[in-house]
């Protein structure tokens, strides 16, 4: 009979019954211990009879064990290899701008570089703060950006920020005024009126040397300004440079018209002729031998006639401006006859025998020759002091100077800053001055006023009032103080 199969044993229910002859017995199931009758869980875990992983937890189950792979493993308990938690997102808490690391079982996280943090909350690092966190140069400005930073160099400089060196406008932009001088100073230039102008260095005006007073010419000597300069040429009759004028003797160069029979002497700037014997009368420039024409009561000749000498006789012949046949003569009057040699610049005045010429108003000469006299250049002009005094062909024109308006006579100073006639830069403040103006720039910008007015960076110079515990934020001619997280205030007070 097989007690096991009729179910008829006493077996425990975690055993197993063998039948056997004439009997059976009970057998506890792998997991189990005890008599067969009575069977009790086998704790493999605790008695460390298991196969799992030395990476993996036990478990104990009834009549049994499982394995579980520990925390960053990964396998079914018996067999455990890492997991790559840096591989993806979801497998790790870094911050997106953190290094992921893995490990074995773990990982660690790493602020990247421009970044601080603990790896799980990391926040840009602003390297400009602190010279020893960033490598720009002196001469360039550091700019935050986000993980990194920039570095540009300053105006008036070249390079790629961590290198600069100073721009040599003189040579590559030729910024000066093409009659000034450009001196390159470092990160910026110098302009000067070159010699003979005059100006602010971007407008140079050629000054006029010889409308000065002290003009540098001799005296005997006329000045022509040119630009940039000026000539001296000495006035006739007189020799040299300009600048020293020597009379010139005509005698002794033999530069005269004095007749053979005259003595000729010299003059400053002139000579004279002398007949030399009294049996030869004239102006030294025409000496006649005396005859019957030499003594009115020799000759029938008319007053107004001249007596010229033949051999043996005289004849008798008007004298210029006069008409008749010598003995008898009446006056000639060119100035209706147009028969005269008057200066188109003169007006012609007839005397009794010859006539005279004057020269117009504005002109100066003997009334032959008229030159234009120069009222600027001898001041006998009413132009205003702020007015340039033009001379015109017998006359004068006065205009008021740049930065003044009016005729010419009166002057008026003209604000070019209310008039937006000035050429400040934007960011400059234009200021009125007698004749002219001046630019400044404005608060919170540096720079000449004119051509360029640049933003000054206050937190880079250290120039602004934020208090310790607040960040410095620089904005287009002015900066912002932040307090730091955890502080509270205007920036400038921070609690």
């Known amino acids: ?22 009997a059976y017995t009970c057998k506890c199931l792998p997991g189990f211990q005890g008599d067969g009758k009575s069977c009790y869980d086998v704790d493999e875990c605790l008695l460390q009879t298991f196969d799992c992983h ?22 079914d308990g018996k067999y455990c290899e890492d997991v790559n938690e840096c591989l993806t997102s979801s497998t790790n808490n870094c911050d997106s701008n ?15 570089e421009g970044y601080v943090g603990n790896g799980t909350f990391c926040e840009d690092l602003n390297e400009c703060l602190n010279t020893s966190t960033h490598n720009c140069h002196p001469d360039a400005q550091c700019v935050n950006e986000q993980g990194t930073f920039s570095c540009h160099c300053l105006q008036g400089f070249l390079g790629n920020g961590t290198q600069c060196i100073d721009e040599d406008e003189c040579l590559v932009r030729e910024p000066c005024h093409k009659d000034a001088w450009c001196l390159n100073t470092y990160g910026s230039f110098v302009c000067t009126c070159r010699q ?13 040397e010889c409308s000065r007073n002290n003009s540098v010419c001799d005296h005997n000597a006329f000045c022509t300004n040119t630009k940039g300069s000026f000539l001296c040429s000495c006035n006739h009759g007189y020799s040299g440079d300009g600048f020293i004028c020597l009379d010139i003797n005509e005698c002794q160069s033999n530069q005269h018209d004095c007749h053979p029979e005259a003595y000729c002497l010299n003059g400053n700037g002139s000579f004279e002729c002398f007949c030399k014997h009294p049996q030869f009368i004239g102006n030294g420039t025409q000496c006649d031998d005396f005859n019957e024409c ?14 010229i000498n033949t051999y043996g006789s005289y004849n008798c012949s008007c004298l210029p401006g006069y008409l008749g046949n010598g003995t008898v003569c009446e006056d ?24 005279g010429c004057k020269c117009l108003p504005g002109f100066l000469g003997n009334g032959f020759e008229c030159s234009d006299f120069d009222e600027c250049v001898t001041k006998q002009h009413d132009c205003h002091d702020n007015a340039s005094c033009t001379n015109t062909n017998g006359s004068f024109n006065c205009r008021c100077n740049k930065g003044f308006y009016g005729n010419g006579t009166h002057c008026f100073d003209q604000d070019e800053c209310l008039l937006r006639l000035d050429d400040c830069h934007d960011n400059a403040t234009c200021f009125n001055t007698h004749g002219s103006f001046v630019c400044e720039c404005n608060r919170g910008f540096t ?4 051509n360029l007015c640049n933003d000054q960076d206050e937190c880079l110079l250290t120039t602004a009032n934020c208090h ?6 620089n904005t287009i001619g002015s900066f912002q103080c932040t307090c730091h997280p955890g502080f509270q205030g205007n920036g400038t007070l921070c609690e």
């Open 332 to 355: 000639k009057n060119e100035c209706l006859t147009n028969d005269h040699i008057c200066n188109h610049n003169a007006v012609c005045l007839n005397n009794k025998g010859s006539y």
């Open 54 to 75: 030395l990476d993996a937890t036990c478990h104990n189950l009834i009549g049994s064990y499982s394995c579980t792979c520990n925390k960053g493993l990964m396998g």
């Open 294 to 307: 030499s003594n009115a009561k020799d000759n029938n000749c008319h007053t107004d006639a001249q007596c």
């Open 1 to 22: 009979r097989d007690e096991c199969v009729l179910g008829l044993f006493t077996c425990d229910s975690n055993a197993q019954c063998i039948n056997t002859e004439g």
């Open 98 to 112: 953190a290094i992921c690391t893995n490990q074995y079982s773990s990982y660690k996280c790493a602020c990247a």
């Open 196 to 208: 003979g102008y005059h100006g602010n260095s971007t407008h140079c005006q050629d000054i006029d």
């Open 447 to 450: 720079g000449d006023g004119q």
């Open 468 to 473: 310790s515990n607040a960040s410095c934020i």
